[in-house]
C-alpha cells in the first residue's frame, strides 16, 4: 500500500508540471517571429483571408480563450494540422514517434553498457592507471559533440564499409536493428560519460561502507559482492540521472537521426523549423516535453523500487 500511495502522490505531483509544459507550448506559438494565420492562409492571400483564418484558428480570441480552448483540444488528442502538408499532427507523430523510441531507448541501453563495466572498472582500481584512463576518456566524451562522433561512425563504419544501412526505416526488425545501431552507438556515446562519472562515485561510497566491509569479513568478494551488496545500492544515483537525462537523449536525438537520415520525429522537428511550420512545431514540442515529465516519473518509480526509504521520505 506505501508503494501505491508514493505511486499517487508522484502522479499527482506531475500534474502541475504537466499543465506548465502546456502553458510553455502554448506560448511558444506566440512567441514565434511571424503571423501562423499567415502562414495558413499563404504568403499570397489577401488581408482579409487572413483575418478570416485568423477567426477560423480563434487568434483573434484573448490568450485565455486561446488556451482554454487548447486544452480541450489536446485532451482529445488534436494536436491541430501540419500547416505545410495539412496532415493532422497527431498523425505524423504516431507515424514518426516509433523511430524515435527505438532510438533514445537504443541510446540509453547502450549508455548502460558502455558506463557499468567502466564505472565497476575504475571504481576498483581507484587511483591506478585505469581509474585515470576511464576519468580522461569521460572528459574527452563530454566535449565530443554528438553530431560528430556521428559524423565520424557514418563515414568510417557505414558508408567505407557498407555493414549498416544509411537512412531510411526498413520494415524487418532485424534491418531496423542494423539500422538503428550506430545511431544508438553515438547516442549511448553522448550519455555515457554522465554516468560513469555518477556510477563510479557512487561505487567508491559503497564500497566504504559498513555492510560491504562486513561482507568482505565474511568472505564475499568479487562480482558476487558486486551483485548483492554494491551494485543496488550504488545504481540509485545513476538511475535518477538517467531519468533526468531524457531530455537530452530527445534533444541528441534530433541531431543523431538528422545526421542518419532516420526519419523519426527529430529530422521531423528540424524540418518542421525549417519550413516554419507553427502547428507541428508546437506539437512535437509538446510530445517532447510531456515525454520527459513522463519519463521522470518513471525513473521516481524505479528508484522507489531499489530504495525503499524513498518511499518513505517522499
Known sequence: ??????????????????????????????????????????????????????????????????????????????????????????????????????????????????????????????????????????????????????????????????????GGWPDPWHERLRTIALPSFTLGLAVAPLLVRSLRAAVIQVLAADHVLAARAAGVSGLRLIRLFVLRNAMVPTVALLATTVGYLLFGAVLVETVFGLPGLGQTMVQAAISRDFNLVQGLTLVFALSTVAVNLLGDIVLAGLDPRIRVGR
Open 1 to 166: 500500500m506505501r508503494r501505491f500511495g508514493f505511486v499517487r502522490r508522484r502522479v499527482l505531483q506531475s500534474v502541475p508540471v504537466a499543465l506548465a509544459v502546456l502553458l510553455a507550448t502554448f506560448l511558444l506559438l506566440k512567441l514565434v517571429p511571424g503571423d501562423p494565420a499567415r502562414a495558413v492562409a499563404g504568403p499570397r492571400a489577401t488581408d482579409e483571408a487572413v483575418a478570416v483564418v485568423r477567426e477560423d484558428l480563434g487568434l483573434d480570441q484573448p490568450v485565455w480563450v486561446q488556451f482554454g480552448r487548447y486544452l480541450e483540444r489536446v485532451a482529445t488528442g488534436d494536436l491541430g494540422s501540419s500547416t505545410a502538408s495539412r496532415v493532422p499532427v497527431s498523425t505524423i507523430v504516431r507515424e514518426n514517434a516509433p523511430v524515435t523510441v527505438w532510438l533514445v531507448i537504443g541510446g540509453a541501453s547502450m549508455s548502460v553498457l558502455l558506463a557499468v563495466p567502466a564505472a565497476l572498472a575504475a571504481a576498483a582500481v581507484r587511483g591506478r592507471s585505469l581509474d585515470r584512463i576511464v576519468r580522461a576518456a569521460t572528459l574527452i566524451g563530454l566535449t565530443v559533440p554528438p553530431f560528430w562522433i556521428g559524423l565520424l561512425l557514418l563515414e568510417f563504419a557505414a558508408v567505407r564499409t557498407g555493414w549498416f544501412p544509411v
